[in-house]
Nanobody, 128 residues
Framework: QVTLVETGGGLVQPGGSLRLSCAAS??????????MAWFRQAPGREREFVAA????????FYADSVKGRFTISRDNAENAVYLQMNSLKPEDTAVYYC???????????????????WGQGTQVTVSS
């Protein structure tokens, strides 16, 4: 089993920044957390992909809506993944979830159903 815990959410004004962290524990061998990702879910909407990163840290994936504003990174020694969010917009408001799973092909990385391990989520609210 892999346990994921997100921190770093909160209330921020439009144009501001936040940094989310996700700490993994349990079976954190690279086979279980080879891909780590962030998804988000706003009220009344389906969970949507935000960003993902492979074990090496060299392969990253972003949703078009956050490309150029958000940066995903990971520290394998600390069993952690991060999401730096800049130039935040009101439409970024959602509960953000960390997810992890074994290696998968690129076409699967953006699909929530392909992830077995999820955190409890952290609320991000962008409002003036």
């Amino acid at each position: 089993q892999v346990t994921l815990v997100e921190t770093g959410g909160g209330l921020v004004q439009p144009g501001g920044s936040l940094r989310l962290s996700c700490a993994a524990s349990g079976r954190t061998f690279n086979s279980y957390t080879h891909v780590m990702a962030w998804f988000r879910q706003a009220p009344g909407r389906e969970r949507e992909f935000v960003a993902a990163i492979r074990w090496s840290g060299h392969n990253t994936f972003y949703a078009d809506s956050v490309k150029g504003r958000f940066t995903i990174s990971r520290d394998n020694a600390e069993n952690a993944v991060y999401l730096q969010m800049n130039s935040l917009k009101p439409e970024d408001t959602a509960v953000y979830y960390c997810a992890a799973d074994r290696s998968m092909i690129a076409s699967s990385i953006r699909v929530p159903d392909h992830y077995d391990y999820w955190g409890q989520g952290t609320q991000v609210t962008v409002s003036s």
